[in-house]
């Protein structure tokens, strides 16, 4: 039986190119989850100074 050539590069590339992605979206939505709380506090720090 021959094995399809495709086959074998898609297996080796698949997981290199979604593990870094996974980390960046891991990355990105930890940073933006953080910037939220920090622009909610900020927005709310100012609304209580104000009279």
Known sequence: MTKPDGLVPALIFFPVLLI???ICTF???WHW???SQ???W???AIAS???
Do not use: Q
């Open 20 to 22: 870094p992605s996974g």
């Open 27 to 29: 990355f990105y939505g």
């Open 33 to 35: 989850y953080r910037l």
């Open 38 to 40: 920090s622009v909610a």
């Open 42 to 44: 900020y927005r709310g």
């Open 49 to 51: 100074k104000d009279p």
